[in-house]
């Protein structure tokens, strides 16, 4: 696919971003980076994704692809000749879908809610975080991904949140051993940076 045309409508610190930078580095796919304003959208952006006018969008031969799990999903079967992401078998694509589900709709919302609140919430969601990373790694076991010897669809799911928030436990260790590789070091903003930005999103919004 030589020929291909992708380009990559993000914001350098989503973590929905992140997992498309992954995916495609995983897959070793050149695309263009086009950087979004999120006060300012760009007409691209605005065309590209009329639903929900959000990053990320790919954008593969003028034909756009949104919303982050379904555009991983998308990377992995359109360059399928390299480093799969999904497990070919049924019921584990099944499982990797659940967790990634998973992943969205409880860790994002509650690791946002251990730093965008104050007080008892905020003790809440940590508390409540804490017991889905538990849950995690459960499933994670002894394995170093949840693919099990091999970097996968999950990984790449729960890695971003990685430079957000980490814990000591076996999340946090399949954490370090993602940063190891290229792929996913190359694709990942500093957390320093990322730590910057939320002290002053923080700011911001007066929390």
Request: charge should be neutral.
């Amino acid at each position: 696919m030589a020929t291909d045309e992708v380009i990559l409508l993000d914001f350098w610190p989503s973590p929905f971003g992140m997992r498309l930078r992954i995916g495609l580095a995983e897959k070793g796919v050149k695309y263009e980076y086009k950087e979004e304003d999120l006060r300012n959208k760009s007409p691209l952006l605005l065309q590209m994704n009329p639903v929900h006018k959000k990053i990320p969008v790919l954008i593969h031969n003028a034909k756009p692809v949104c919303e982050s799990l379904v555009a991983l999903q998308y990377i992995d079967e359109v360059w399928n000749n390299k480093s799969p992401l999904l497990p070919s078998d049924p019921y584990r694509r099944a499982r990797a879908r659940f967790w990634a589900d998973f992943v969205d709709k409880k860790i994002y919302d509650i690791g946002r809610k251990t730093w965008a609140t104050k007080g008892d919430e905020q003790e809440a969601a940590k508390k409540e975080f804490i017991e889905c990373l538990k849950l995690l790694e459960k499933e994670l076991g002894d394995e170093p991904y949840f693919r099990g010897d091999k970097f996968g669809y999950v990984d790449v799911v729960l890695i971003p949140f990685y430079v957000e928030t980490s814990s000591v436990s076996e999340a946090h260790s399949m954490g370090k051993r993602c940063l190891q590789m290229e792929s996913v070091s190359k694709s990942l903003p500093d957390g320093e940076k990322v730590y910057d930005f939320i002290l002053q999103l923080k700011n911001r919004l007066g929390i």
